[in-house]
């Protein structure tokens, strides 16, 4: 069983920045690839970026060089580094782990229980 326990979250102006983090245990945390989804309201889930073990990293187009996604092993811990916040990136924001590649995309396993982020133009 895999517990994780985000964040972090807030209330941001557009422009601003904040960093949520991903706490873990149950498992070996080091070895498993972590994520990062989001959802708007009335919207579907979707992935915002990846960190595998070896901390290689992809990244959701809307956010491609303003998030940064990292991991600290030591302290089973990941990160989403948010930078020049927009009002569209206004989301529950979920950690998750076990994830499973199919239909074109990463697919969770064990969910957070989410950080709201809103941002405010």
């Known amino acids: 069983q895999v517990q994780l326990v985000e964040s972090g979250g807030g209330l941001v102006q557009a422009g601003g920045s904040l960093r949520l983090s991903c706490a873990a245990s149950g498992s070996i945390f080091s070895r498993n690839a972590m994520a990062w989804y989001r959802q708007a309201p009335g919207k579907q889930r979707e992935l915002v970026a990846v960190?595998?073990?070896?901390?290689?990293?992809n990244y959701a187009d809307s956010v491609k060089g303003r998030f940064t996604i990292s991991r600290d092993n030591a302290k089973n811990t990941v990160y989403l580094q948010m930078n020049s916040l927009k009002p569209e990136d206004t989301a529950v924001y979920y950690c998750?782990?076990?994830?499973?590649?199919?239909?074109?995309?990463?697919?969770?396993?064990?969910w957070g229980q989410g950080t709201q982020v809103t941002v405010s133009s």
């Open positions: 960190i595998f073990s070896g901390g290689s990293t």
């Open positions: 998750a782990s076990q994830l499973r590649y199919y239909s074109g995309t990463y697919h969770g396993g064990s």
